[in-house]
């Protein structure tokens, strides 16, 4: 079992910046992505930012130049900054984690925690 713990959400005004962490344990031999989807009330869930490792970061064109997508070993954060009201969505923490040496990728979630952006 892999576990995915977000915290960093909140209430933010337009303009405002916040920083998202999400922390992985567990059952962890690697881990070959990590990164962040939003899903916005009767919308679809989207990728937001995405960091594999010794690779390319990959971000959303809606939040290119405003987000900014770091990792350190077991951690991933997003610093999201110039906020608009169209970013209020939850936000979830995903990895994929290779869980022994035969290097199978399994996908895992965060909870997800609420951002609210207010005009």
């Known amino acids: 079992q892999v576990q995915l713990v977000e915290s960093g959400g909140g209430l933010v005004q337009s303009g405002g910046s916040l920083r998202l962490p999400c922390a992985a344990s567990?059952?962890?031999?690697?881990?070959?992505?990590m990164g962040w989807y939003r899903q916005a009330p009767g919308k679809q869930r989207e990728l937001v930012a995405a960091?594999?490792?010794?690779?390319r970061t990959n971000y959303a064109d809606s939040v290119k130049g405003r987000f900014t997508i770091s990792r350190a070993k077991n951690m991933v954060h997003l610093q999201m900054s110039s906020l608009k009201p169209e970013d209020t969505a939850v936000y979830y923490c995903?990895?994929?984690?290779?869980?022994?040496?035969?290097?199978?990728?399994?996908?895992?979630w965060g909870q997800g925690t609420q951002v609210t952006v207010s005009t």
């Open positions: 960091i594999p490792s010794g690779g």
């Open positions: 995903y990895a994929e984690v290779e869980v022994d040496s035969s290097l199978r990728r399994y996908a895992w």
């Open positions: 567990g059952s962890i031999f690697s881990i070959y992505l």
